[in-house]
């Protein structure tokens, strides 16, 4: 199999939050331009009956460009520091601690703060179309040894990436529009599984074990004011699946799905680092590398759903359905904010079905977190504003489906 890939999207948005008085009057308007070349193969091959290998690969050709229309409009930034007109020449001690903010050379407002097109002294990116093109391979390739018609053993080995980009909201002028670009991040994965049924098929059983290595892995770190996007550093992930599915009695199904993940960083960039809270006498403490956590990765996932189908007296068809999930607790964001971590949580859910005798209709009632547990799902840490933002999952909810197949 092989085939041409093409993707093209543009993106602007326009965002305008103003704040009232001498505060800051944030307007942005960002454009951002993708397209993407892509030719890719895949082939098997049987050596005989019971061994299988397959190649593939694909070649990317990436091409970005974003341009920053980001103004503070309020002038902020000079009204923090006294300075106004932005043209003006800066007050050696315009405001702050004792001694002040000094400028002894009596550099004009917009240089001193940073503005990087004097034409322009509200804009904070400077002007013109920044641009990324990148050409990426990623190989794989894998063997199957068929140990039954029902058992097949599999090795796998892959290298991946995902694109880059730049941070598109500023808390502070920029000179260079690098300086908010983050590169690909890429990864590296060998697997080595097992694909299986068992009992005259009445058990389904498969399981696989991993190993991924990332390097410049892209994480969510706040700076200043803003959250920005970075390559922080290297990381490996390591853990196991298992995955069944059993056929308990006529109509009784028993689902499980159980995973187990130790993600660490190998390296962190040391002008990044990976803050683990933060110290109002220290400021940021930050955890040695070896240490850090990665975000959204819980070390245990368990989910364990039976479900029962059963006719009627008209021939139509009910099932009942539950499943149960167990997550081990984990950080929502890269700072590891205790505010925002995510403690164990349990979440069941269940349904009712009624299917026509034809299979025409279908009908449903049902509830999601029937346990109502509530926890953390998101969130950011703005330090410079004092402020973390979080939002949580939904309560218990209760839903009711109507669904008609047409052509039947």
């Known amino acids: ?10 993106g602007y948005v326009h965002d305008f939050v103003p704040f009232e008085g001498i505060l800051y009057i944030y307007d942005a308007a960002n454009d951002v331009d993708t397209k993407t070349y892509g030719a890719f193969i895949h082939a098997d091959y049987r ?25 503070d409009l309020n002038g902020f930034s000079y009204k923090f520091l006294g300075c106004n007109p932005p043209n003006a020449v ?52 894998g063997a199957q040894y068929h140990i039954s018609p029902d058992v097949m053993a599999y090795l796998n080995w892959s290298k991946g990436f995902k694109a880059g980009g730049w941070s598109t909201r500023l808390s502070l002028p920029i000179a260079n529009g690098n300086d908010v670009a983050f590169k690909p991040e890429y990864s590296k994965t060998v697997e080595l599984g097992l694909k299986s049924e068992w009992l005259d098929r009445r058990l389904l059983a498969n399981a696989a074990v991993f190993y991924t290595n990332y390097d410049g892995i892209q994480l969510n770190v706040q700076t200043g004011a803003s959250p920005v996007y970075e390559n922080a550093g290297n990381a490996k992930m390591k853990g196991g699946e298992l995955e069944m599915q059993s056929l308990l009695a006529r109509g009784l199904t028993l689902n499980f799905a159980g995973a187990y993940i130790d993600a660490y960083y190998t390296y962190v960039n040391p002008a990044i680092g990976i803050p683990q809270y933060y110290d109002l006498n220290r400021g940021v403490v930050f955890l040695p590398p070896l240490s850090a956590r990665l975000p959204k990765t819980p070390k245990y996932k368990l989910t364990l759903g039976p479900t029962y189908d059963f006719g009627l007296s008209n021939q139509g068809k009910m099932r009942l359905a539950a499943d149960y999930t167990y997550t081990a607790e984990m950080w929502n964001d890269s700072l590891n904010t205790p505010q925002l971590s995510r403690p164990v949580t349990r979440n069941l859910n269940a349904s009712i079905h009624y299917f026509s005798p034809s299979g025409t209709y279908e009908f449903a009632l049902g509830g999601t977190n029937l346990t109502d547990d509530r926890y953390v799902t998101v969130g950011a840490v703005n330090y410079a504003a004092g402020e973390i933002q979080s939002g949580f999952n939904p309560p218990r909810e209760w839903y009711a489906t109507v669904r008609v197949s047409v052509g039947q």
Request: charged fraction near 10%; charge should be negative.
């Open 90 to 141: 800066l007050n050696p001690v315009p405001f702050g601690p004792p001694g002040g903010i000094p400028n002894p050379a009596g550099l004009p407002c917009a240089v001193f703060v940073g503005f990087p097109d004097p034409a322009q002294p509200l804009r904070y990116f400077p002007p013109g179309e920044l641009s990324q093109n990148y050409n990426i391979f990623t190989p794989s390739v």
């Open 1 to 10: 199999v092989s085939g041409l890939y093409f993707f093209h999207e543009a």
């Open 47 to 71: 050596l005989m009956d019971a061994i299988g290998f397959t190649f593939g690969g694909r070649y990317t050709w990436d091409r970005k460009t974003f341009t920053g229309g980001q103004e």
